[in-house]
């Protein structure tokens, strides 16, 4: 069955701290994974896409297949990236997503 | 902005009621996405559109229905509305709907069912 968890509904980290935002998928296949970003219930925007590699707004994610994860990180978080994050599997599947708080 | 447009904004209704939601994908999507975003539930997804054809299914209840036209924009039909059934509800669009490509959300249309 295919399945994205993000084993953590809240996380809080001070300005300036590492980052990581979990997402671990469970799919038969090559799986094509998405980070999507909401900030204040607007509309989900996209944030990275394993097959790209690339890093937006400081944030990258490496898909692991051998532990089936997507893991999001940052090396040093900034007061905007509070929001809420959705890890998500092709167009259907989609994380229960994480709330990013980071402190002053 | 997405280039994905949604109405309307907000709307609020009674339970019993019946209201549409529409949705323009981006110029050149043919594939058009539902969810609906209620704060216990998350991000569902409901149903996938390619180019006038139902290509998926997901959490869809029977009392909603959804529809592409061939001009490509979608409607969502949500009937015997419930308190339940207050929430976000987001369309999205990508340009094949495969499980690779981009999805591209609207704005949303806020639901309140009194």
């Known amino acids: 069955a295919q399945r994205v968890t993000q084993p953590e509904k809240l996380l809080s980290v001070f300005k300036g701290a590492p980052v990581e935002l979990k997402c671990n998928y469970s799919?038969?296949?090559?799986?094509?994974l998405f980070w999507y970003v909401q900030y204040s219930r607007q509309r989900l925007q996209l944030l990275l896409r394993?097959?790209s590699r690339e890093s937006i707004k400081g944030f990258t994610a490496d898909l692991n297949k051998g532990e089936t994860s997507f893991h999001l990180k940052k090396p040093f978080a900034q007061e905007e990236d509070s929001a809420m994050y959705y890890c998500?599997?092709?167009?259907?599947?989609f994380g229960a997503g994480t709330r990013l708080t980071v402190k002053p | 902005d997405s280039g994905v447009t949604q109405t309307p904004k907000h709307l609020i209704t009674a339970t019993g009621q019946r209201v549409t939601l529409r949705c323009s994908p981006r110029?050149?999507?043919?594939?058009v996405y539902w969810y609906q975003q209620s704060l216990d539930q998350g991000l569902q997804f409901l149903i996938q559109?390619?180019?006038?054809?139902?290509?998926a299914k997901g959490n869809i209840l029977e009392r909603f229905s959804a529809q592409q036209f061939p001009d490509l924009h979608s409607e969502l039909n949500l009937s015997s509305l419930e308190l339940g059934d207050s929430a976000l509800y987001f369309c999205?669009?990508?340009?094949?709907?495969?499980?690779?490509?981009?999805?591209?959300f609207g704005e949303g249309s806020w639901l309140t069912v009194v």
């Open positions: 999205a669009s990508s340009r094949t709907g495969e499980s690779g490509n981009t999805i591209y």
């Open positions: 799919y038969s296949g090559s799986p094509e």
């Open positions: 394993h097959i």
């Open positions: 998500a599997l092709g167009g259907m599947r």
């Open positions: 110029s050149g999507d043919l594939s």
């Open positions: 559109y390619y180019n006038g054809e139902e290509r």
